[in-house]
C-alpha cells in the first residue's frame, strides 16, 4: 500500500496543484486556513497545504495517525514536496470533535471526508482506501462532527463525497464536482466567495 505523498501529482495549470481543480474550487481562494477533520492517510490536506492553505489534519485513528504524521516527516525531508508544502501541514492524532471544541481561532474551512459507504455500481476503491476502512471502520459520528463544524467555521464546510452519493446533509451551497467525486459546499453565515 503507498503510504505518503511522492506519488502525487504536484505539476501546476493542469496537475494536481490548479486551483482550477474542484477541491482547490470548494474551499475557495479567499480563505486561509483549514481543518481537515477526517485526514486518514492526508492525501487531500497534503494537496491543500500545498496549493497555500495552512492546514491542520486531524486523524482519531492512533494508527493512521502515526503514518500520516511519518508521511509529513517524509515530505520535510524532500526538498520537491517541501518546497510545496512548507510549513503549512500540521498533523494532530486526535479526535476532531473534541480538538474543534478547543481550537483558539476558528478556521476559515473544515474540510471532511467521511469513510464512504460501498460503490453500488463499480470497482472497489484504490488500495489505500480499502485498508483505511479496514482499520477504521464507518464514521458513526459524522452527523455530529459535520454540527460542530458548521458551528466552529467561520465561512464554509466542504463534505467531500462519490459522485453517486446522496449528499450528507441536503441541499448544500454549492457542489464542485470531478470525476469520481464531489465537493458539497455549506456556506456560514453568509460566505459567498468562490
Known amino acids: 500500500m503507498p ?15 490548479s486551483h482550477k481543480q474542484p477541491i482547490a474550487r470548494a474551499i475557495g481562494r479567499s480563505n486561509q486556513t483549514v481543518v481537515d477533520a477526517t485526514a486518514g492517510l492526508g492525501h487531500d490536506a497534503f494537496l491543500m497545504a500545498c496549493l497555500g492553505w495552512n492546514v491542520h489534519a486531524i486523524e482519531r485513528h492512533p494508527v493512521i495517525g502515526l503514518l500520516l504524521e511519518q508521511s509529513v516527516e517524509d515530505a520535510r525531508l524532500d526538498p520537491q514536496l517541501s518546497m510545496n508544502m512548507g510549513s503549512r501541514l500540521q498533523v494532530h492524532v486526535d479526535e476532531s470533535i473534541q480538538w474543534l471544541s478547543r481550537m483558539e481561532s476558528n478556521p476559515d474551512v473544515i474540510y471532511m471526508d ?45 463534505v467531500k463525497r462519490t459522485d453517486d452519493a446522496r449528499p450528507l446533509v441536503e441541499d448544500p451551497d454549492m457542489c464542485h464536482r470531478g470525476k469520481i467525486v464531489r465537493y458539497d459546499v455549506y456556506l456560514v453565515k453568509g460566505d459567498n466567495h468562490g
Do not use: C, Y
Not at 3 to 17: A, P
Not at 123 to 139: C, F, T
Open 3 to 17: 503510504i505518503g505523498f511522492h506519488g502525487i501529482d504536484l505539476r501546476t495549470g493542469n496537475g494536481s496543484l
Open 114 to 158: 467521511p469513510m464512504f459507504e460501498p460503490r453500488k455500481r463499480s470497482a472497489l476503491p484504490r488500495k489505500p482506501a480499502q485498508v483505511l476502512r479496514k482499520i477504521v471502520g464507518h464514521d458513526d459520528d459524522v452527523m455530529d462532527l459535520f454540527k460542530i463544524a458548521m458551528k466552529t467555521a467561520r465561512n464554509r464546510v466542504v
